[in-house]
């Protein structure tokens, strides 16, 4: 969960795939194979790796894509600060903070989302509505620093929560999954898309008409993201908000996106994620 999942990305391609592992302990290695592309594959999460990372490839003989300053980025106070005044992006603000700083949330940020710093995937997630929800959640979670986001409700008007990941493949945005769910905190395996055959019906379509629909309507805010970010390589999490603007989630270079989803439940999916994979390959042959 700290790498970009390379063994997925890669798939199809015709590349060999050497994996270099880095710890925060012990000399980097003198030589490595020759390669024709370099590819820093650690997420935000791991930040002294990073930093470990940046100046050992700043003077790489190839071409290194996701360069360590642009990932460490990420992190969702950063991100938030990053891409905030982009007209077409509604960036919901964000910090990070000690449990005292947290405790004196002023009113006026309730409803808020509170979880422990650095977590994904839900992992401690909790949408907070006033101050004594506020003292439960920081005595229940006890992290050390905690990120704190305004929250925004999404839902669209049959009431139902949409949150799409958007793969930005050298900029260009692709669609990777569309998440259906009854409730505020989407993931796509909570979301209910096993049960419900009309959400995977509803996926299908976006996944058939997403450059021509949604690609196109936040063509501006997708474009101004990955200029922003500056990665080869990104993953976003995002919905539409009320106002029709983009609603930004997170960015992070170790989503998970792959192709191993059932294909008697999702036959859509391979042809979304042949897209993303030829546009990987693609991105690879024009580093070389």
């Not at 590349?15 to 590819?39: I, K, M, N």
């Not at 050298?170 to 409730?183: T, V």
């Amino acid at each position: 969960m700290t790498n970009t999942p390379l063994e997925f990305l890669a798939e199809g391609a015709g590349a060999q795939l050497d994996l270099l592992f880095v710890s925060t302990e012990g000399p980097l290695p003198a030589r490595v194979p020759d390669h024709d592309v370099a590819f820093c594959a650690v997420s935000e999460t791991a930040p002294d790796i990073l930093a470990r990372l940046a100046p050992w490839l700043t003077a790489w003989p190839r071409r290194v894509l996701n360069a360590p300053p642009a990932a460490a980025r990420l992190t969702r106070d950063g991100a938030a600060r990053l891409l905030s005044g982009i007209d077409e992006v509604l960036v919901p603000e964000a910090d990070c903070l000690d449990a005292a700083a947290l405790a004196a949330t002023p009113d006026d940020w309730f409803p808020c989302l509170v979880r422990p710093a650095g977590t994904h995937a839900g992992e401690g997630l909790l949408l907070v509505t006033d101050r004594e929800a506020l003292d439960h959640a920081i005595g229940d979670l006890r992290a050390r620093n905690y990120n704190r986001t305004r929250f925004v409700d999404y839902r669209s008007k049959d009431g139902l929560y949409r949150k799409y990941r958007v793969a930005l493949v050298a900029g260009q945005p692709l669609l990777c999954h569309m998440a259906i769910s009854d409730r505020w905190m989407v993931h796509y395996l909570n979301a209910g898309m096993v049960e419900h055959p009309e959400r995977r019906a509803e996926e299908t379509r976006m996944m058939e008409i997403f450059e021509s629909t949604l690609g196109r309507r936040h063509g501006k805010a997708f474009a101004a993201i990955g200029e922003r970010l500056g990665l080869d390589w990104v993953v976003i999490d995002c919905a539409e908000a009320p106002d029709g603007r983009l609603l930004f989630f997170e960015a992070d270079v170790a989503a998970i996106v792959h192709a191993m989803d059932p294909p008697d439940l999702y036959p859509y999916k391979r042809a979304a994620m042949t897209r993303v994979f030829e546009a990987f390959r693609a991105m690879l042959v024009s580093a070389l």
